[in-house]
């Protein structure tokens, strides 16, 4: 089989090349280097840059047209396509290709396959890396069962704007959270092996700093320090780059006054020189000809050149490479090691695929293609329910509503309660909004024949015909935000008549999946104006009232938190989401989740983010105008802070013990903490380490999460924990940027969310 597989490399080659009568020696296939050698001394200008076109199906150019292109040897790999059938003519057309060099394929699998998962924002509120870890296995077979061999994943980018609508595609605040989910996602995405039949390349993104565009604005400018920089945003790339991510994707912003793209500095001296990445760097979207938009390139030309000259290896979309690659080579603008550089690597990268040895290794024979794409048996549900579970995040539990009686009548209502559509969120590559459980679904299974659920939509998701249209044109396959026609006052009466006959109402709100996606940044968090007088004429029934809150990203929840007796976030939850709400919200499950991201007051107090740089003049309670850092006319500090989040059972900690109260460098510290849950259900919890610096050469953050570790205890158990911490926890960039621990006192603090939390003191010798 695999003979035959490599024939058309052998024989292609020999009819078509100038080598017709005298075949070129087989591939050297047991050895990387030798092999691309091999093949940059056998290519011809036009097909190495053939090589560094990335392609989208659908949208670049007819279908039609592209198995002619790539059989043209004009096409280095394609995203867009997803399912074997189709991707097999395409790599057909590559083995017919001169050389034949196949091809790969790519696609944003970002939070599950077929199967999806809760959206990545509410992964990282499992803090859970074994559920996280589940999430990018199940994914990585599924993708790779449909003939795919990249995802454009994980995405790692920083965030602490919540107006920014990728939000909720990456993990939350926190670098140390976020780098130790990029490197779980990697490992977890590629297998033990890359070259694995179900393994798939993970390409981080978005390299660099993409999540802090001024004011939470998408594509907008990105201008920070370097020290803030290396402290905060660009750990979690270099995480997912240790973990031997095969690809990095370029972020489409400025970097301090240079577009990613065209960014010498971020793409060779850190991530190539400091950094060690061999892999693959692809652009995003359209990057190279934006160049010119944003104004480093007065054309096409220098476009090309600056990227390429950058570290640009594969262009994704552009035709500028095609266009404009051979004359710069050709006049001795772009010396043509570059280029073979940049095709070595994709090269490289198809070779770490497997693809070289089989070029079918994730498409299969055609006899073995799954009858149904979508058929139930190719998902996952067991393993999606579970991860839904464990991302839920319980933010207020007023006289312990819930968890809610099986016999109760419930009242559920609001726009998001039998939504499948959003029940997948923003990105969710293959998955069908008719396989997912909506709450509706998840509850009427849960409570069975023992209660009742009353159904009423209460509101649309919003009735601001201007956002309607917005959210409908963003690139859905048809219109996703559906309103009901009915008068907004009529929808709500209803849904008062079924509080009115429920023993408690359950209110899905918050937002429609597309409202958290690329290119919806918001100025505002509230919940739409629809929503809020739903939620305000509920109140009014004096019925207890649960909030399951749909969203991704934080919203502003003041008026919630202080009106609605329970409040549940589930984000947006995938699949298995109904019921997954619903094991917790009929307390099936105990809910463990914990904000991996501060929700602000409001859009006025942005940001928020807890490990901000100690103050000269930090805000102190007392007197108006007290000259301290505040906004005079909201309380200080975030509603919910990052790692907050309730159980329905109790935990308590202990104070920290230390093993010492000197550390010498080269030697490790270990704290200890004992945990008791003193309640009386079973639940889990997440114990949280943070550490102060409490003199540096530089200004350093009130605390820095250093470790956490999540455990289930039982009723009344109680659990010693242990962390070892070491001199490499203390380090930071100082104002030189060398990487040090200064000596002097630092503070552990313990808690179960940033804010409570116990401190001990220790000295760097
Ligand atoms: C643009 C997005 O910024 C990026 O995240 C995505 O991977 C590509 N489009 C491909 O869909």
Redesign the pocket.
């Given at each position: 089989m695999m003979i035959k597989r490599l024939l058309p490399f052998v024989l292609l080659a020999s009819a078509m090349s100038p080598y017709a009568f005298a075949a070129p020696p087989a591939l050297p296939l047991d050895d990387r280097q030798a092999l691309i050698e091999t093949l940059l001394e056998r290519m011809t200008l036009a097909e190495k840059i053939g090589q560094l076109r990335l392609i989208?199906i659908g949208s670049d150019m007819p279908r039609e047209r592209i198995a002619e292109e790539i059989a043209a040897g004009r096409i280095g790999a394609t995203?867009?396509s997803v399912t074997r059938t189709d991707n097999r003519p395409m790599q057909d057309a590559a083995l017919r290709s001169r050389l034949g060099i196949p091809i790969f394929f790519a696609y944003?699998v970002i939070h599950g396959h077929r199967t999806i998962f809760p959206i990545s924002l509410a992964l990282a509120s499992s803090w859970d890396l074994e559920a996280i870890a589940l999430s990018g296995r199940v994914s990585a077979i599924e993708a790779s069962a449909d003939g795919l061999d990249l995802t454009?994943a994980p995405?790692v980018d920083i965030t602490r704007d919540p107006r920014w609508g990728r939000t909720s595609e990456g993990f939350g605040e926190d670098p140390y959270l976020v780098s130790q989910i990029a490197g779980t996602l990697v490992r977890t995405y590629q297998g033990q092996r890359l070259s694995a039949s179900d393994s798939v390349m993970a390409s981080v993104?978005?390299f660099a700093l993409y999540g802090a565009v001024e004011g939470g604005r998408d594509y907008n400018v990105v201008d920070m320090s370097p020290q803030r920089m290396h402290q905060d945003y660009l750990p979690p790339y270099r995480a997912a780059v240790d973990a031997g991510a095969g690809g990095v994707?370029v972020a489409?912003n400025t970097v301090n006054g240079m577009p990613a793209s065209a960014n010498r500095w971020l793409l060779r001296d850190l991530l190539r020189d400091d950094w060690g990445f061999r892999g693959l760097n692809i652009s995003?979207?359209g990057a190279i000809d934006e160049l010119l938009r944003h104004g480093v390139a007065p054309d096409g030309r220098t476009a090309a050149r600056l990227a390429i000259e950058a570290g640009i290896d594969l262009s994704?979309h552009d035709s500028l490479y095609l266009q404009e690659l051979p004359g710069l080579v050709e006049r001795g603008e772009v010396p043509i090691e570059l280029i073979d550089q940049a095709v070595g690597r994709v090269l490289g990268a198809k070779y770490d695929l497997g693809l070289f040895h089989d070029p079918y290794l994730r498409i299969g024979k055609a006899a073995d293609d799954p009858v149904e794409v979508n058929a139930e048996s190719r998902l996952h549900r067991d393993a999606a329910r579970q991860v839904a579970r464990d991302s839920l995040v319980l933010l207020e539990n007023r006289q312990q509503t819930l968890p809610l009686r099986k016999e109760a009548t419930i009242a559920l209502v609001g726009p998001l309660a039998d939504s499948h559509v959003d029940m997948l969120g923003s990105w969710s590559a293959a998955g069908v909004a008719a396989q997912t459980v909506t709450l509706r679904q998840g509850l009427e299974a849960a409570v069975g024949a023992t209660g009742q659920v009353i159904h009423a939509r209460g509101a649309n998701v919003t009735d601001d015909p201007r956002l309607i249209e917005y959210l409908n044109f963003l690139n859905w396959d048809r219109p996703e935000v559906t309103q009901d026609p009915r008068p907004p006052q009529a929808m709500i009466d209803e849904a008062v008549r079924a509080a009115r006959e429920a023993d408690v109402i359950v209110a899905a709100v918050g937002e429609s999946r597309g409202m958290s996606h690329?290119s919806s940044s918001r100025t505002s968090l509230a919940l739409p104006a629809s929503q809020q007088a739903l939620l305000e004429a509920l109140v009014a029934t004096g019925k207890p009232l649960v909030v399951v809150l749909m969203n991704g990203r934080p919203l502003q929840l003041g008026w919630v938190k202080e009106h609605a007796d329970a409040v549940l976030e589930t984000w947006f939850s995938g699949t298995e989401g109904g019921h997954a709400i619903a094991d917790v919200l009929l307390g099936e499950h105990n809910p463990s989740g914990k904000l991996p991201i501060s929700f602000p007051r409001s859009v006025g107090q942005i940001p928020t983010y807890y490990n901000h740089p100690r103050l000269g003049r930090p805000y102190v309670e007392g007197r108006p105008g007290n000259y301290t850092s505040q906004y005079f006319d909201e309380s200080n500090g975030a509603l919910y802070p990052f790692g907050y989040g309730l159980s329905y059972t109790k935990f308590e900690l202990s104070k920290p013990q230390l093993s010492g109260h000197k550390l010498k460098r080269g030697q490790n510290l270990e704290v200890s903490v004992t945990v008791k849950n003193t309640g009386e259900r079973a639940g889990a919890t997440v114990v949280q380490l943070y550490l102060q610096d409490l003199v540096g050469s530089s200004v350093r953050p009130v605390k820095e999460l250093k470790r956490f570790e999540k455990l289930m205890l039982e009723p009344g158990e109680t659990r010693l924990i242990r962390f070892e911490l070491g001199e490499s926890d203390l380090k930071f960039h100082d104002a030189k940027l060398d990487y040090v621990a200064e000596p002097g006192e630092f503070e552990v603090q313990l808690g179960l969310d940033s804010r409570a939390v116990i401190s001990e003191r220790f000295e760097l010798l």
């Open positions: 989208s995203f867009n944003d454009f995405m993104k978005h994707m489409l995003d979207h994704m690329e």
